[in-house]
């Protein structure tokens, strides 16, 4: 009896060492393995996002393939390079050509004497007519030509660009590298990630009806994530692209096309393309054209990010709107344009668990004491 006795501490005293090392162990590992991975983590994110969506149109493709989930996988992985190759090219196309034209239209103005009308058609502008004139015609600049205050600007721009050049090319390599990975990250998540995500289930602690309702939940999330984004810049876009095509704006189809592709970026977003637009209408009048573009831009396009994004959001995933707004400003701060995704992820997962904590603990019924 006594040596029956003994055996349960002793047994216990022999499992909890274990459990503490094993589980020590463990974490060691995962903070290894977090650290390993952390220069991809990024493109994971974005291929799982892509997989989470395509991979409805992945299974139906394989079915019309006669179950060849390879073929489906490729197909698809090349379909998402063509997405992104196409429309960079056209854009560059586009752009070659514009500055080809640009690059002959101010050597005409040059050699037809634009050079020497500048002072007087700055002078015009209104506002800061004066003192732009002052600046072209050589009071401001200590009394050099125009024609060498140009050629020394081009000088120190050459000068820059050169300096700056190695530093672009370098992070171009790296955001090519970025997508290529995520494209291959997104070929194995077609082909063996319903797999991982089982086993990544089966692992989770929780009971089926909770980890039921948290998969349910960032599903939900995600999806409102995205229709938010994507919602919400077409609307700036083709908001912007009214004004573009009333203003008289060249090429507004295509500076529209922009504005939606540059709506989601942080910093700037519509600005970058509606912000120049007006500095063009200022230049080439008359200044009401400025003035609505300006209003328009400031009042209508970018008020809709702050506007119509949360509410879209929010009316999908029950957050609270000021939560919300918090949270995707605190994502965008702390992880870039994933905290876009990440911030509203991770409050709506801690409303979940808050929700399965009232559910387990407080409306269990006190037990009487015996």
Same mark, same amino acid.
């Given at each position: /009896?006594?040596?029956?006795?003994?055996?349960?501490?002793?047994? /216990?005293?022999?499992?909890?060492? &274990?459990?503490?090392? &094993?589980?020590?162990?463990?974490?060691?590992?995962?903070?290894?393995?977090?650290?390993?991975?952390?220069?991809?983590?990024?493109?994971?994110?974005?291929?799982?996002?892509?997989?989470?969506? %395509?991979?409805?149109?992945?299974?139906?493709?394989?079915?019309?393939?006669?179950?060849?989930?390879?073929?489906?996988?490729?197909?698809?992985?090349?379909?998402?390079?063509?997405?992104?190759?196409?429309?960079?090219?056209?854009?560059?196309?586009?752009?070659?050509?514009?500055?080809?034209?640009?690059?002959?239209?101010?050597?005409?103005?040059?050699?037809?004497?634009?050079?020497?009308?500048?002072?007087?058609?700055?002078?015009?502008?209104?506002?800061?007519?004066?003192?732009?004139? %002052?600046?072209?015609?050589?009071?401001?600049?200590?009394? @050099?030509?125009?024609?060498?205050?140009?050629?020394?600007?081009?000088?120190?721009?050459?000068?820059?660009? =050169?300096?700056?050049?190695?530093?672009?090319?370098?992070?171009? =390599?790296?955001?090519?590298?970025? &997508?290529?990975? /995520?494209?291959?990250?997104?070929?194995?998540?077609?082909?063996?990630?319903?797999?991982?995500?089982?086993?990544?289930?089966?692992?989770?602690?929780?009971?089926?009806?909770?980890?039921?309702?948290?998969?349910?939940?960032?599903?939900?999330?995600?999806?409102?994530?995205?229709?938010?984004?994507?919602?919400?810049?077409?609307?700036?876009?083709?908001?912007?692209?009214?004004?573009?095509?009333?203003?008289?704006?060249?090429?507004? @189809?295509?500076?529209?096309?922009?504005?939606?592709?540059?709506?989601?970026?942080?910093?700037?977003?519509?600005?970058?393309?509606?912000?120049?637009?007006?500095?063009?209408?200022?230049?080439?009048?008359?200044?009401?054209?400025?003035?609505?573009?300006?209003?328009?831009?400031?009042?209508?396009?970018?008020?809709?990010?702050?506007?119509?994004?949360?509410?879209?959001?929010?009316?999908?995933?029950?957050?609270?709107?000021?939560?919300?707004?918090? %949270?995707?400003?605190?994502?965008?701060?702390?992880?870039?344009?994933?905290?876009?995704? @990440?911030?509203?992820?991770?409050?709506?997962?801690?409303?979940?668990?808050?929700?399965?904590?009232?559910?387990?603990?407080?409306?269990?019924?006190?037990?009487?004491?015996?």
């Amino acid at each position: /009896m006594i040596g029956s006795r003994l055996s349960v501490p002793q047994f /216990m005293t022999r499992s909890q060492p &274990f459990t503490v090392v &094993f589980f020590a162990l463990l974490l060691l590992l995962l903070y290894q393995l977090i650290l390993l991975f952390q220069p991809f983590l990024f493109p994971i994110f974005w291929a799982a996002l892509l997989a989470h969506f %395509s991979y409805p149109l992945y299974e139906r493709l394989t079915r019309m393939l006669g179950g060849r989930n390879l073929l489906a996988a490729s197909t698809l992985t090349i379909g998402a390079l063509a997405v992104v190759v196409i429309p960079l090219v056209v854009t560059g196309v586009l752009l070659v050509r514009e500055a080809v034209e640009a690059e002959k239209a101010i050597r005409a103005w040059i050699t037809g004497g634009g050079v020497e009308r500048l002072p007087e058609q700055v002078a015009a502008i209104p506002l800061i007519g004066e003192w732009l004139q %002052s600046l072209v015609s050589g009071d401001g600049i200590r009394g @050099i030509p125009m024609e060498q205050s140009v050629l020394t600007g081009a000088k120190y721009f050459s000068a820059f660009f =050169v300096d700056q050049m190695g530093g672009f090319l370098k992070d171009t =390599v790296l955001l090519v590298a970025d &997508f290529f990975f /995520m494209l291959l990250v997104l070929f194995f998540f077609y082909t063996d990630g319903k797999l991982w995500v089982d086993v990544l289930y089966e692992l989770i602690p929780l009971d089926e009806s909770h980890k039921q309702k948290i998969i349910a939940r960032l599903d939900i999330t995600i999806r409102a994530v995205v229709k938010g984004v994507v919602v919400t810049a077409i609307v700036q876009g083709v908001l912007a692209g009214m004004a573009y095509g009333a203003l008289g704006v060249p090429f507004p @189809i295509v500076l529209m096309a922009l504005t939606i592709i540059l709506a989601p970026i942080p910093l700037g977003g519509t600005a970058l393309i509606w912000g120049p637009v007006v500095a063009y209408l200022y230049w080439i009048g008359p200044l009401w054209k400025a003035l609505a573009m300006l209003g328009w831009g400031v009042g209508v396009v970018s008020m809709v990010d702050q506007l119509l994004r949360p509410w879209l959001i929010g009316h999908d995933v029950e957050i609270p709107i000021l939560l919300l707004v918090f %949270s995707i400003l605190g994502g965008l701060s702390l992880y870039g344009m994933i905290g876009l995704f @990440i911030g509203p992820v991770l409050v709506s997962l801690l409303i979940t668990a808050l929700q399965i904590y009232r559910e387990e603990y407080q409306s269990r019924p006190a037990t009487p004491n015996v």
